[in-house]
């Protein structure tokens, strides 16, 4: 990100996520800015949920030293780590466990597929197919309307953007797991989906949840 100092402090900015803008702090604190209106009850989510993930899970989360409201931003202490390769593969797995076996009424609850991918597939379709050459567009098709298989699960806690710039590696373990403004009650399988389609493709899974996971990884693309 781009570096600068502001009254003797150090100011990295990281300006490249879709959600939130954000600024490291003399490397030692972040400072998250939502970018826009409909990420404000997302964060406010964040706020009431965090606490309560920082004393159940073996990881360390964001605790949000500051939040204002006007203007709405958050700031918490940098978690140290680098994003996850292939290590720590029982760590990542047992947080994987302790949080999806987490209760809350932090989250709303909502049908899954009614709730977002029902809708995301129709969007899909008007967009992107129409993109596509006649082949590529016969197999598309199969793909999304996996999205009416989406089910026969008990909806659970779930991070549901478990990339490796959010699962951060300390001295070969897994340290923290940061940005939770995606957190929702759903499919535990999305939390799966690059761990099993990346570096741990031979954890034992339930072959229906490895089923998911691979939809939603061939998914992201889209």
């Known amino acids: 990100g781009r570096v600068a100092r502001v009254r003797g402090m150090s100011v990295v900015e990281i300006d490249d996520g879709y959600d939130f803008k954000v600024a490291i702090l003399d490397n030692a604190w972040v400072v ?7 990420v404000f009850e997302a964060l406010e989510r964040e706020v009431a949920l965090l606490p309560e993930l920082a004393a159940a899970l073996p990881v360390k989360v964001p605790r949000f030293e500051l939040v204002s ?13 680098q994003p996850l390769v292939d ?10 466990e302790t949080l999806h076996a987490l209760e809350t009424d932090a989250l709303p609850r909502a049908d899954w ?7 995301l597939r129709a969007k899909l379709e008007r967009l992107v197919l ?4 006649a082949d590529e567009q016969r197999r598309s098709r199969a793909l999304l309307a996996e999205t009416d ?14 990339g490796p710039e959010h699962l951060l ?23 799966y989906a690059w761990l099993l389609n990346g570096p741990f493709p031979d954890w034992d899974v339930d072959d229906e949840l490895r089923r998911r996971a691979r939809f939603y990884h061939r998914l992201g693309p889209w």
């Open 149 to 162: 298989t989406l089910g026969g699960f008990e909806s659970c806690v779930i991070h549901a953007d478990l």
């Open 69 to 81: 409201r006007e203007p709405l931003f958050v700031i918490y202490r940098l978690i140290e780590g």
């Open 32 to 38: 998250r800015i939502p970018r826009r209106s409909q």
């Open 169 to 191: 590696v300390h001295d070969g373990v897994l340290h923290g797991v940061i940005d939770w403004g995606d957190a929702r009650l759903g499919d535990p399988a999305l939390d």
């Open 113 to 119: 597929a009614a709730a977002g991918y029902s809708e």
């Open 130 to 133: 129409p993109l596509l050459d």
């Open 87 to 96: 290590e720590d593969s029982d760590g990542v797995r047992a947080f994987l």
